[in-house]
C-alpha cells in the first residue's frame, strides 16, 4: 500500500494512493494515523488536486554514509569497517515538490538518490529477526550535500543538515522487497546515478540492529540507506528526480535561497 500525507483546504491528513496511471491517482483517506491499525474512510480525493507533503514527520533522520563501495571509491575513500552514521534535523525535510534552497555558504551542492526506510513502531536493540516488524515501509530521499563544505569541516551537521537538504517521497509503500531494487537520480531529464540497493554494503537489517543498538527510534523515524555512485553537481534551475523501483519518484526543483 502506498501511503501520503497531504494538505487540502487547510488541512492535514494521510490517505491511501490507489490506481496506477499518474494523471488518475486517488487518496482514499484515512482514519487517525496510519503506524497502528487504521480503516480508509471511503471519502476519495483526486492527488492533483491536494499538495503532497513530506510522508513522515520523523523525530530523528539517521543517515548512513558510504554504504555503497562505488561511491565511497568515487569519493576517494574506503569502505568503512563499521557504518558511518550521522543525522539530518527535521528542518531539512521536504517533501515532493518542494524547493531545494541552494545554501549561500556552499559554492558545489550535490545530489545523493537513497533508499529511506520509513519506523512505524518504537523500538530498541531489535535483532534481526524481528527487523521486519518494525518497519512500515519505504521511500525516495534525496540527501542533499554541501560537498564543499563537506570537505572544509569534519563534522557534517551543516554540509549535510541545511534547510531544505532532506526531501522524502513522493509516499511510503509499505508492501515493497527492499533487497534488490533499481535506484537511479536524473537531473533536468539526464540520468546521473543507477544502481541497485542489493549494492548495499550493509542491508536493510544490518543497518537497523546497529542504529537501535544505541539510540530508540520512534514511529516515523527515517533510515537514510546511502547512495550509489554518480552523485553530481546541482545548479539553481535544475529539476532533480530521485526513482526507486516498486515506490514511485521523488522530483524537486532547485532554487536560490531567498
Known amino acids: 500500500m502506498r501511503i501520503a500525507r497531504f494538505s487540502i483546504d487547510g488541512n492535514v491528513a494521510f490517505g491511501a494512493v490507489e490506481g496506477d496511471s499518474p494523471g488518475s491517482l486517488v487518496l482514499d483517506i484515512i482514519k487517525g494515523i496510519p503506524y497502528t491499525d487504521f480503516e480508509l474512510s471511503g471519502t476519495k480525493v483526486p492527488l492533483k488536486k491536494v499538495r503532497l507533503l513530506p510522508p513522515v514527520l520523523p523525530n530523528k533522520v539517521v543517515a548512513i554514509g558510504r554504504n555503497y563501495a562505488e561511491h565511497a571509491a568515487e569519493m576517494g575513500n574506503e569502505v568503512p569497517d563499521v557504518p558511518v552514521a550521522f543525522f539530518k534535523p527535521t528542518t531539512s525535510v521536504i517533501g515532493a515538490g518542494d524547493s531545494i534552497e541552494y545554501p549561500s555558504f556552499s559554492e558545489e551542492l550535490h545530489h545523493e538518490a537513497e533508499l529511506a526506510v520509513v519506523i512505524g513502531r518504537m523500538c530498541r536493540e531489535v535483532p534481526r529477526e524481528r527487523v ?60 546521473r546515478q543507477l544502481g541497485r540497493t542489493s549494492d548495499m554494503v550493509r542491508s536493510v537489517e544490518d543497518l537497523v540492529v546497529h542504529i537501535t543498538e544505541a539510540m530508540t527510534l520512534l514511529p516515523g523515524d527515517v533510515i537514510l540507506t546511502g547512495t550509489p555512485a554518480g552523485v553530481g553537481p546541482l545548479h539553481v534551475g535544475d529539476e532533480v528526480a530521485v526513482t526507486i523501483e516498486g515506490i514511485g519518484t521523488l522530483t524537486n526543483k532547485v532554487i536560490k535561497r531567498g
Not at 135 to 152: K, S
Not at 157 to 177: H, I, M, N, Q, Y
Open 132 to 191: 521486519k516488524d518494525v518497519i512500515f515501509g519505504y521511500t525516495c530521499a534525496n540527501d542533499v550535500t554541501a560537498r564543499d563544505v563537506q570537505r572544509r569541516e569534519s563534522q557534517w551537521a551543516r554540509a549535510k543538515g541545511f534547510d531544505t537538504s532532506c526531501p522524502l517521497g513522493p509516499w511510503v509503500e509499505t508492501d515493497v522487497d527492499p533487497g534488490d531494487l533499481a535506484i537511479q537520480a536524473t537531473v533536468n531529464g539526464e540520468q
